[in-house]
């Protein structure tokens, strides 16, 4: 199965975290029970060995999630750097978020794109490209001045071409520092800040 490298992977799911308390609790139980209580060793030994084992699965499992969550968050940060380069690169561009992928087809896709910085969500046709899309996904297109005007109505479905396509990053992983500020705003503080 393969799944959306867009979407932030989640860590605590209600079933892990329930399991994770029964078995700590039981655990816990157990320690505290276990001079006082008059049983065979024999078993004894089995339900200790059980309920560590069901700990040590148990912690297996929280730290595979924290270990993903973590690859994922320093290749987002990587996506982001890699987009903000593209952005400076880059004559004209403008962000936008795909929001659903509606129709796959050999040559290109149907999609709803929102236009990050007008708040405005359209049908699109994006040709297809070298990797595939995913939702959640934001591109950096190039706009193409034909289809968006100043002064004219959105067009009924707006048309991208693979080749205006610049970079992608997954809108999850979206750094704050992006958000507060685009690197060109970062790079001109930087500089004031240097000459003052």
Known sequence: ?????????????????STS?????????????FPAAE?????????????VAAALLSGGL??????????????????????????????TTTEITLLSVDAIQPTGSWVTIEW???????????EAQSEPIWPGSVLLITPDPAQVRP????????????ADCLAWAPSEGRPIASLLTSPIQQGEGSIQHRQG
């Not at 308390?21 to 039981?26: D, E, M, Q, R, W």
């Not at 049983?39 to 309920?51: N, Q």
């Not at 990050?116 to 994006?126: C, D, E, K, L, S």
């Open 21 to 33: 308390t029964v078995v700590l609790i039981a655990l816990v139980v157990f320690l505290v029970s």
């Open 62 to 91: 929280w730290w595979k999630r924290v270990n993903h969550l973590r690859t994922w968050l320093a290749e987002a940060r990587e996506q982001w750097r890699s987009f903000d380069n593209a952005r400076l690169a880059s004559g």
């Open 151 to 162: 002064s004219a109505p959105w067009p009924e479905a707006y048309f991208i071409r693979a």
């Open 116 to 126: 990050n910085r007008f708040n405005h969500v359209q049908p699109a046709w994006i």
């Open 1 to 17: 199965m393969v799944l959306n490298p867009t979407a932030k992977p989640k860590v605590a799911t209600a079933g892990l975290v």
């Open 39 to 51: 049983l065979p060793a024999l078993f004894k030994v089995i339900v200790a060995g059980l309920l």
